[in-house]
């Protein structure tokens, strides 16, 4: 008995991959496994051929692998980088009507899935990915009751189309059934957990739902992907939370008016990718001299320019860390699965709020797209707090204080007047150019910083990093390279993930001082945690392990790099 398997599924846009994940993912959830999946789309409207993969397992997964137990291809033209992952103990599920002889000579276990006639009797061609979601869940034990109640609450609205794709499943399923009595396709199953219920969602709304969670009322946003996936959620929901949702013409505006509602008194956020965030510079530059506060979502994917609008990349960390002109304190946080997505997009807001400095939340497409399942969701019950205050007639918005915080105020609530200006100023917030007065609202401005250190989050340190090679990365990377370590089973090696990459958490020195071999693994190709950790710490990494193709690591490649850098090698 096989404790997980790894099923892929592949598509042209507009054949239904997605759909074949949702309903799978969630039956699969609610059938007693645990469950991970992740998707790569091409940049193109219809062709090519999108994929997606889901592991299950008997324990918690959260990270990507190579590794194909079946496949299921509703279309020719297999891209490269998935026929590279099959072996001779690949099940294919694919319709030869549809793949001709694509498969001839290739040593994977074929077995001619009638995908287009079953769709062609039961409802069309367009229905094939239903039939394909029956067939994987006879396959995989799911109760086909399951199945079409999670089709009804899909395609409910439209009862012919509904009908059609409950017929298309039906069949399929019993197909699917056929296969198991004849022994065409024999899948060891890991072992389930009846009864448990768990939440599942992508990262996009593991973001919405924190950014929520923390009080955002008001979000905008020029589309752009992968970082649009958190505008479309919020649209789609704005009224169930009673937020405003606004799509604007440009990037500018759309950090203008985050600005303007913060300054008003809401809790704003925009969302945005590297290219779009690169046109927010100014207004990050602005958030820092008013002491407005600021949260942006950064959905990170590979450039330069445009570079792979679909793709995923963790080489914006620098962008991030000295976006905006002149010197200031500002902090990014990155989260590595769902959980801490959720977690850190809350106190996004409650940081930017209380310190009035500019958050930035880095993701990445991996990230964004993955599906995670999570037993609960840690809202606090007290909910969250302002930090503007009531002004009084002797109100200064920027009165020099011991800790950098000034008292904010907002627009007609209470008797002070509310002075906000572009320019350096004093302390009432009249431009002001005195010298003296500069360097002192400059470095009200800095000691923030203090501030933020002393409430950093904390690095995940697993194992004993005290004279062990200790393996250092950020943000998604961090689930991958556990199960990676994990895999090498050495147990001297330890792991540090960090979640805050700035400013860094204090322990981050003594980690690094204390640490044996330093490897960093990041998703960009010229080391950009490592060279931070240099210039915060002084010690330089020994090795660096670095993925810029635009797909994600996998859990055997991050295993056989450290295995060879560790070793004394290079990474393979």
């Known amino acids: ?4 398997l790894s099923i892929v599924l592949c598509g ?21 496994f645990h469950v ?91 229905t094939a990915n239903s039939v394909a979601a029956g067939l994987v869940c006879a396959l995989l034990g799911v109760h ?11 395609f409910g609205a439209k009862a012919d189309i509904l009908e059609r794709n409950l017929l298309s499943a039906e069949r399929g399923y019993l197909e699917g059934g056929q296969f198991i009595e004849k022994g065409l396709v024999r899948l060891g199953m890991p072992v389930k957990e009846p009864g448990r219920r768990p939440v599942i969602m992508d990262g996009h709304k593991a973001v919405s739902l924190g950014a929520l969670a923390g009080g955002c009322n008001f979000v905008t946003a020029y589309p ?94 620098e962008l991030a860390l000295y976006a905006g002109h002149g010197e200031f304190p500002r902090v990014i946080l990155s989260p590595g699965n769902a959980k801490e997505a959720f977690e850190l997009s809350r106190l996004a807001f409650d940081w930017a709020d209380r310190f009035q400095v500019p958050v930035f939340l880095l993701t990445d497409e991996y990230l964004l797209d993955s599906i995670f399942e999570e037993e609960e969701l840690p809202v606090a019950p007290e909910g969250f707090k302002h930090h503007f205050v009531e002004t009084g007639s002797d109100y200064l918005r920027y009165r020099l204080s011991e800790n950098g915080v ?3 105020g907002i627009f007609g609530y209470g008797t002070g007047l509310v002075r906000i200006d572009s320019h350096e100023h004093d302390e009432s917030g009249h431009i002001e150019e005195d010298f003296e007065m500069r360097e002192k609202m400059q470095l009200k401005r800095l000691s923030k910083l203090r501030l933020l250190e002393e409430v950093a989050v904390p690095p995940t340190v697993l194992g004993e990093p005290v004279g062990n090679p200790v393996v250092f990365c950020w943000g998604s990377t961090g689930p991958i390279v556990k199960e990676a370590i994990a895999n090498l089973g050495k147990g001297d090696i330890a792991l540090v993930h960090f979640r805050q990459v700035f400013p860094l958490h204090p322990m981050t020195h003594s980690l690094l001082a204390k640490a044996g071999k ?48 560790l070793a004394g090698g290079v990474a393979q």
């Open 1 to 4: 008995m096989s404790s997980e």
């Open 144 to 154: 086909y009751s399951l199945l079409e109640e999670l089709i009804r609450d899909r």
């Open 224 to 317: 752009m992907s992968p970082g649009s996936g958190v505008l479309a959620f919020m649209a789609q929901n704005a009224s169930r939370f009673g937020i405003a949702v606004e799509q604007v013409e440009d990037e500018i505006s759309a950090v203008n008016m985050a600005l303007g509602a913060w300054a008003a008194g809401a809790r704003a956020m925009a969302t945005t990718s590297g290219g779009g965030f690169a046109l927010m510079e100014e207004g990050i530059s602005l958030s820092a001299v008013t002491e407005i506060p600021l949260v942006i979502h950064l959905g990170q994917r590979p450039g330069p320019a445009t570079g792979m609008a679909t793709r995923t990349e963790q080489a914006d960390l």
């Open 36 to 126: 991970f999946a992740t998707k790569e789309s091409m940049s193109r409207v219809r062709g090519g051929s999108n994929s997606t993969e889901i592991r299950i397992a008997d324990k918690r997964v959260e990270a990507f692998v190579d590794r194909i137990d079946l496949l299921v291809p509703l279309n020719g033209g297999l891209r490269r980088n998935i026929w590279k992952r099959l072996g001779a103990d690949t099940f294919v599920l694919g319709d030869r009507e549809e793949l001709r002889d694509e498969f001839e000579g290739h040593p994977c276990r074929f077995v001619n899935a009638p995908f287009l006639e079953i769709a062609r009797q039961a409802g069309g061609p367009v």
């Open 12 to 32: 042209a846009a507009g054949q239904g991959v997605q759909t074949v994940e949702s309903l799978l993912v969630k039956a699969l959830g609610r059938s007693g």
């Open 406 to 408: 000034s008292p904010r």
């Open 518 to 565: 330093v490897v960093v693994v990041e998703g960009n190709s010229t080391g950009q945690l490592a060279r931070l950790l240099r210039l915060s710490t002084g010690r330089k990494a020994d090795h660096l392990l670095l993925n810029f193709k635009g797909h994600q690591f996998s859990v055997e490649e991050v295993t056989a790099g450290l295995d060879g850098l």
